[in-house]
């Protein structure tokens, strides 16, 4: 086994093996990255779930009795006695909100929650008998409320300009304030939603219109409809929706005295506060190129070799291949507790050091080791340019694959392999 270490070909088949030997710590490596995501998931699942999730805003609604069974139409010869209730939705709904971002810690995690306060304004129509299939002797004015969900709700509500508060009421999931018989009903109140990850409204058949902002810098707008306006900044995020749709008003539900459920399925809309780097995610996508980073260092040093004809032992390929191994680790372990971006300049920087001062004890001439530490450095420098430009990254990548191939061939145009190889 004396051509191994004797020959070109034996060594080029030596560090060939050992690059492929080199991704069994990778792979540990990948491992612990899967198990530290889990921590972080299970602690941001924990924290978001004492903060109230993922939480869905709904405007009020106009809760009408009425007696009768209503199956479509309204048969003037079936007994009236069985009371049902109509839920019907404003005409117009207007929502302005600030939501504050809130870090809070579990262990060495991070988790964004928020506190959201909204202002509502509704108007409802008086209810038209004839466009709920009813006659006016059917419905019970005088029982007629103003209703919110039961799960967030206001200290008072201002139901046609005077303060109400809001009493439980028979008909379930409901809060309920008493609500005069007017042409036009107006309502408004003031809502503080605690929740975590994103804050949704649900789609209404009438004119609404929402107005948020925010100190939060990364929104991400989800849902059925795109804010018409929108305005990010580094210091936070404003954005409005205004939508009209137009309908007749219709019984969206209807039951008894006790539970009649939410209001129907609705389609929602709204914005999801993110946290821009995953640190994990990033990590998982460096190590994608470790191969081809690892084959091009050491095949850096082996070029080195090539040409002072130096001599490098194999162990000392080992050190450095482990140096380089040590890089992502390091990249993992350090962006758990600063952002990404430092860690990966700490972690490049500690490593190009450490291979830059051991190639130069190891050529024993600064301009060999110069050469090694200056290409180490364009490597990572390149690495992270792939990771900041997601979009770009498979068109960079094939272009800085092309000029890296490109420099090895031209640098080494005019080298007599077989002389070097010692072979006739």
Not at 334 to 341: G, M, Q, V, W
Request: charged share 20%; net charge negative.
């Amino acid at each position: 086994m004396e051509w191994l270490h004797n020959t070109m070909l034996g060594r080029v088949v030596l560090l060939t093996l050992f690059v492929l030997t080199l991704q069994l710590p990778i792979h540990k490596i990948h491992g612990l990255i899967g198990e530290r995501e889990a921590n972080r998931i299970e602690a941001v699942a924990e924290v978001e779930a004492s903060a109230g999730g993922m939480r869905v805003a709904m405007g009020p609604v106009l809760l009408v009795p009425y007696l009768g069974s209503h199956s479509g139409f309204f048969d003037p010869s079936r007994p009236a006695t069985k009371r049902n209730y109509a839920v019907l939705r404003p005409r117009s709904l207007a929502v302005r909100g600030t939501i504050s971002p809130i870090v809070r810690t579990r262990g060495i995690f991070d988790v964004l929650v928020y506190r959201a306060s909204l202002h509502f304004d509704a108007e409802f129509a008086r209810p038209d008998p004839a466009d709920l299939g009813l006659v006016g002797a059917q419905i019970l004015w005088e029982e007629m409320v103003v209703a919110l969900g039961s799960g967030d709700v206001p200290e008072f509500i201002e139901v046609a300009g005077a303060k109400r508060d809001l009493e439980l009421s028979q008909v379930e999931p409901y809060v309920v304030a008493p609500a005069p018989v007017t042409e036009s009903l107006s309502v408004a109140y003031d809502l503080e939603i605690s929740g975590s990850y994103q804050l949704l409204f649900c789609e209404l058949d009438n004119v609404t219109s929402i107005a948020l902002d925010s100190e939060w810098p990364h929104p991400k707008f989800v849902g059925v409809h795109l804010p018409e306006t929108r305005e990010v900044r580094a210091d936070g995020f404003n954005a409005e929706w205004r939508l009209a749709r137009r309908s007749r008003p219709r019984l969206e539900a209807m039951a008894g005295s006790r539970s009649m459920g939410p209001i129907g399925e609705q389609a929602a809309f709204g914005v999801e506060l993110i946290q821009p780097v995953d640190a994990y995610r990033m990590t998982r996508r460096a190590m994608k190129y470790e191969f081809l980073f690892t084959a091009l260092t050491l095949g850096v040093f082996f070029l080195v070799e090539v040409f002072s004809r130096a001599r490098v032992h194999m162990m000392q390929y080992v050190l450095v291949g482990s140096a380089l191994v040590l890089f992502y680790l390091l990249i993992l372990s350090l962006s758990e507790h600063i952002s990404f971006t430092a860690a990966y300049s700490l972690a490049s920087l500690g490593v190009v050091s450490l291979v830059w001062g051991y190639a130069r004890a190891v050529f024993d001439e600064a301009s060999r080791s110069a050469i090694v530490g200056s290409v180490l450095s364009l490597l990572y420098g390149f690495l992270f340019v792939l990771l900041a430009a997601q979009d770009y990254s498979l068109l960079m990548g094939s272009l800085g694959l092309f000029l890296m191939l490109a420099s090895v061939m031209f640098f080494t145009r005019h080298v007599d392999w077989f002389a070097l190889g010692g072979e006739s």
